[in-house]
């Protein structure tokens, strides 16, 4: 008994679930829960993943609709402004030109979308404490002057 004791101290740290690291919360692949998302612009894929790795200091998305090409977005996660991704959804409703993305929180992300330097949408990107399910509520104004307003609901691949 004292010998396996000794082999799980010896071996534990490298275990990759061991250990002090912590694992990012939104790291994997999300697939998008149709039913349950909720859209007043737009339309919701009836296919849709998101998959998410870190980057450096920041997260890639990549996103994937039925058989289209995916698409992907890197987000500094440095509360500054960037060139905002001609692709991304918020981006292209909104005419936005550049945005910042933060972590509000370990489980949150929160992205700001300007075009002319005035803010014109977010998007909150939120994983559940149990880490099964991705909520994600993109607000803001529409190049046409709508006020829109959706929710998308993921769970864990």
């Given amino acids: 008994m004292r010998s396996l004791a000794i082999l799980v ?3 534990m740290p490298l ?28 339309v ?8 998410f790795e870190t980057i450096g200091q920041g997260i890639r998305i990549t996103r994937q609709r039925g058989s289209t090409p995916p698409f992907s977005v890197d987000l500094n996660l440095d509360g500054k402004p960037h060139a ?14 550049s945005l910042s993305a933060e972590r ?17 949408g977010t998007m909150k ?9 991705l909520t994600a509520t993109a607000e803001g104004t529409s190049v046409e002057g709508d006020k829109f307003r959706n929710v998308y609901f993921f769970e864990r691949e």
């Fill in 9 to 11: 101290a010896v071996t």
């Fill in 15 to 42: 275990w990759p679930w061991a250990g002090s690291a912590k694992i990012d919360p939104f790291v994997g692949r999300w697939r998008l829960i149709e039913q349950r998302s909720n859209v007043s612009s737009g």
């Fill in 84 to 97: 905002a991704a001609s692709g991304g959804l918020v981006a292209r409703m909104t005419g936005a030109d």
């Fill in 44 to 51: 919701v894929a009836a296919i849709e993943t998101n998959t």
């Fill in 104 to 120: 509000t929180n370990s489980n949150m992300i929160t992205i700001t979308f300007f075009r002319h330097g005035k803010v014109v």
């Fill in 125 to 133: 990107r939120e994983v559940s404490k149990d880490g099964r399910t």
